[in-house]
T-cell receptor
Framework: DAGVTQSPTHLIKTRGQQVTLRCSPK?????VSWYQQALGQGPQFIFQ???????QRGNFPDRFSGHQFPNYSSELNVNALLLGDSALYLC???????????????FGSGTRLTVV | AQKVTQAQTEISVVEKEDVTLDCVYE???????LFWYKQPPSGELVFLIR??????QNEISGRYSWNFQKSTSSFNFTITASQVVDSAVYFC???????????????FGKGTSLLVTP
């Protein structure tokens, strides 16, 4: 049973460019969340998607946007990249409601984004 | 506002020693969930345990045990007879229940890097 799959694994972008990261949730999961993890820090919640809509959002600027597709996969888009956007971007999937409360999230291995 | 504090940045122990990782949290909610995750060098966060705010039972799973104390807002994690494979970064996280539309977003501490040497 495949877990959460993220692509690409590594990415180098130039300041000012735009980037799209992709996530396929674990089979049976319908909720996808994105986290940003700077070096030496804990993951920070960006937003969560459920039923193709953004359900909850963390303290991130509008440069960060996302999308969820009917097959529950998701994309994270970051516009006008800054050097400070360099981080590991983690995708997490889960079921909803009580399933989420009871079992938490399954995380992918992340996409390492470097902005130069 | 919710907050998770892991005061220990790095811990180094010799194999077979016991080690306790501390976690202190702050929340105004009466219903919340606490988690521990392990992050090996590969980067993937591995789920270890979840605890509801209304369940203060301590738990033991093999060499792992967790001590949840609401009176001190702490959720500490102990590894007994540590092994080299336990070397990783360990994160404590808090999720507030919110309402039915809540996403149960995780609020992580900064993590504790554990190094177990032979």
């Amino acid at each position: 049973d495949a877990g959460v799959t993220q692509s690409p694994t590594h990415l180098i972008k130039t300041r000012g460019q735009q980037v799209t990261l992709r996530c396929s949730p674990k089979s049976g999961h319908d909720t996808v969340s994105w986290y940003q993890q700077a070096l030496g820090q804990g993951p920070q919640f960006i937003f969560q998607y459920y039923e193709e809509e953004e359900r909850q959002r963390g303290n991130f600027p509008d440069r960060f946007s996302g999308h969820q597709f009917p097959n529950y996969s998701s994309e994270l888009n970051v516009n006008a990249l800054l050097l400070g956007d360099s981080a590991l971007y983690l995708c997490a999937s889960s079921g909803t409601g009580q399933y989420l409360a009871n079992y938490g999230y399954t995380f992918g291995s992340g996409t390492r984004l470097t902005v130069v | 506002a919710q907050k998770v504090t892991q005061a220990q940045t790095e811990i180094s122990v010799v194999e077979k020693e016991d080690v306790t990782l501390d976690c202190v949290y702050e929340t105004r909610d009466t219903t919340y969930y606490l988690f521990w995750y392990k992050q090996p060098p590969s980067g993937e966060l591995v789920f270890l345990i979840r605890r509801n705010s209304f369940d203060e039972q301590n738990e033991i799973s093999g060499r792992y045990s967790w001590n949840f104390q609401k009176s001190t807002s702490s959720f500490n994690f102990t590894i007994t007879a540590s092994q080299v494979v336990d070397s990783a970064v360990y994160f404590c996280a808090l999720s507030e229940a919110g309402d039915s539309n809540s996403g149960y977003a995780l609020n992580f501490g900064k993590g504790t890097s554990l190094l177990v040497t032979p």
